[in-house]
């Protein structure tokens, strides 16, 4: 055996061996010891004591509530004594489908179905709701249109029937007839018409609730003719634009357009009646050159616009016309009429109704006098193609050709508006 001296003192080797092995031994179990209590652990026997618990999941997201779309109430007929509507509910199996609508003048509107010549009545009444039957839609006098039928007499007495639909719906045939995408089919022009064609009819809702319906289905209020106009690049900007309207403080503009302003808009004030509104102030500068209406010259019988000078001047035979202000973009936005039974001063688009004329951006005009001193021809050049406030439609497809968006165009057009989805 050897004999180490540690310190002055002898250690047998044997000794340090064993001492070594006995630490070995002590290691090997301490470390079974540490993997039994790792292992426990995990067998779930006193797994809360020796696991951190995992986060708590996120909160979901609040549920997204669909807002139901947004109903309009178009006039489509008014003091009808017959109408004729197809693919309703109550025509269905009732001969070729068809049922008559009538009114005798007695508050009450008769509802029939008709074979071989022969009606049969199927029910009266103040009025009735008709819905299109399965895989069908109403169709008036011939003309299919989307969403329901209300016929009745409104509250002041007259027969009417209003079609009840969907804003979106109501679009698809208003912007192609107002802006016609074969014409112009710039894309950025037809998005710019729908917003500011949605913005008008939203803006509208409950006008004429005293009449029973919201908008009329021409130029009084839209151009709508039903399923017949529906083009697909309308469609299109309609979709792209789902529910975006013009916002001024707070609430949807009232978003006047017309085909070719003339160079200019024109402030509302001054061709409509009413006071100043800000948004369409007037003064926006425009490139509309390429419209065949930017400069027109007419040669007007007075004999053929008579009767229009009778309703808007009441003056009788024409003496002389005295303009007498001019607006803005140099409309002519007050004249003078003069004729046998004295004098009155028109405003704004009265004049150039009462005239028979394009727009009030009146350039020159020339009478031709009779013996007698009346004025017999009118020799008139001016610009442009209707009222000439808000949006011009010819611009705005100038604008799209340039590269503007819709927003821009808009936002050119209409001072200080917000563009945002309508959510009520």
């Known amino acids: 055996m050897s004999v180490f001296s540690v310190d002055g003192k002898e250690v047998r080797v044997e000794r340090i061996q064993a001492f070594a092995k006995g630490m070995r031994w002590i290691g090997t179990a301490l470390f079974l010891i540490s993997c039994s209590l790792i292992f426990s652990s995990c067998s779930g026997k006193d797994r809360r004591s020796t696991t951190i618990p995992p986060p708590p999941?996120?909160?979901?997201?609040?549920?997204?509530?669909?807002?139901?779309?947004?109903?309009?109430?178009?006039?489509?007929?008014?003091?009808?004594?017959?109408?004729?509507?197809?693919?309703?509910?109550?025509?269905?199996?009732l001969g070729d489908g068809k049922v008559i609508v009538t009114f005798a003048g007695?508050?009450?509107?008769?509802?029939?179905?008709?074979?071989?010549?022969?009606?049969?009545?199927?029910?009266?009444?103040?009025?009735?709701?008709?819905?299109?039957?399965?895989?069908?839609?109403?169709?008036?006098?011939?003309?299919?249109?989307?969403?329901?039928?209300?016929?009745f007499v409104n509250p002041v007495g007259v027969p009417v029937i209003v079609n009840e639909v969907e804003?979106?719906?109501?679009?698809?045939?208003?912007?192609?007839?107002?802006?016609?995408?074969?014409?112009?089919?710039?894309?950025?022009?037809?998005?710019?018409?729908?917003?500011?064609a949605r913005?008008?009819?939203?803006?509208?809702?409950?006008?004429?609730?005293?009449?029973?319906?919201?908008l009329y289905r021409d130029s009084r209020s839209q151009v709508y003719d039903g399923i017949a106009t529906e083009i697909g690049l309308s469609d299109e900007a309609i979709a792209e634009t789902d529910r975006e309207v013009a916002i001024y403080e707070g609430e949807p503009i009232l978003a006047l357009y017309s085909s070719t302003c003339g160079g200019e808009t024109e402030d509302f004030s001054l061709i409509f009646k009413g006071g100043p509104i800000s948004y369409l102030k007037g003064?926006?500068?425009?490139?509309?050159?390429?419209?065949?209406?930017?400069?027109?010259?007419?040669?007007?019988?007075?004999?053929?616009?008579?009767?229009?000078?009778?309703?808007?001047?009441?003056?009788?035979?024409?003496?002389?016309?005295?303009?007498?202000?001019?607006?803005?973009?140099?409309?002519?936005?007050?004249?003078?009429?003069?004729?046998?039974?004295?004098?009155?001063?028109?405003k704004g688009n009265d004049i150039r109704f009462a005239l028979g004329l394009r727009s009030n951006l009146i350039l020159n005009f020339e009478a031709d006098l009779d013996e007698e001193g009346f004025i017999t021809r009118l020799d008139v050049s001016g610009r442009g193609w209707g009222h000439g406030v808000g949006m011009c439609q010819v611009g705005a497809v100038h604008y799209a050709?340039?590269?503007?968006?819709?927003?821009?165009?808009?936002k050119h057009y209409y001072d200080g508006i917000q563009i945002e989805q309508w959510s009520r």
């Open 57 to 93: 999941l996120p909160a979901p997201p609040p549920a997204v509530v669909e807002k139901p779309p947004v109903k309009i109430r178009i006039l489509l007929a008014e003091n009808f004594s017959e109408a004729v509507i197809d693919g309703s509910r109550e025509g269905l199996g």
């Open 199 to 214: 913005t008008f009819a939203v803006a509208g809702l409950g006008t004429w609730v005293r009449y029973g319906f919201d």
């Open 167 to 196: 804003v979106e719906q109501y679009l698809r045939s208003v912007v192609p007839r107002e802006l016609g995408p074969k014409k112009f089919p710039e894309v950025e022009a037809l998005k710019a018409q729908a917003v500011a």
């Open 401 to 410: 050709r340039e590269g503007w968006d819709y927003e821009q165009i808009l």
């Open 283 to 346: 003064g926006a500068l425009c490139s509309d050159q390429e419209s065949p209406y930017y400069n027109w010259q007419e040669s007007i019988d007075v004999s053929s616009i008579q009767s229009s000078l009778d309703q808007y001047a009441g003056v009788g035979r024409l003496l002389s016309l005295e303009p007498l202000g001019r607006g803005v973009s140099d409309r002519i936005v007050k004249m003078r009429f003069t004729g046998e039974d004295g004098s009155v001063e028109l």
């Open 106 to 151: 007695n508050d009450e509107v008769g509802l029939f179905s008709e074979e071989a010549g022969e009606r049969q009545l199927l029910r009266r009444g103040s009025g009735f709701r008709l819905e299109a039957a399965a895989g069908c839609c109403l169709a008036l006098n011939g003309r299919p249109y989307r969403g329901i039928f209300e016929v």
